[in-house]
């Protein structure tokens, strides 16, 4: 998910990386230990998204304007 969103392979292996720290740190908001899955994508993709807000915005900003279009 992150490749695909940050279309870097090094960029996306320091927000994975980014993200299993962040996760670590929260475990103990983790309600439901079944839901680590989804729980922890969500997490991938905050980081990404907050990579992208400052690094690249305007690959941020195309990823809107795509969905608009169709």
Same mark, same amino acid.
């Given at each position: =998910?992150? !490749?695909?969103? #940050? +279309? ?6 320091? =927000?994975? !990386?980014?993200? @299993?720290? $962040?996760? @670590? $740190?929260?475990? /103990?908001?983790?309600? /439901?230990? *079944? +839901?680590? *899955? %989804?729980?922890? $994508?969500?997490?991938?993709? *905050? #980081?990404? #998204? /907050?990579?992208? &807000?400052?690094?690249? %915005?305007? =690959?941020? &900003?195309?990823?809107?304007?795509? /969905?608009?279009?169709?």
């Amino acid at each position: =998910m992150a !490749q695909t969103l #940050v +279309k870097d392979a090094s960029e996306a292996e320091d =927000m994975v !990386q980014e993200s @299993f720290l $962040r996760a @670590f $740190r929260n475990l /103990d908001l983790l309600v /439901d230990p *079944g +839901k680590f *899955g %989804p729980w922890y $994508r969500r997490i991938v993709f *905050g #980081v990404c #998204v /907050d990579w992208l &807000r400052t690094f690249r %915005p305007d =690959m941020y &900003r195309s990823y809107g304007e795509e /969905d608009s279009i169709n």
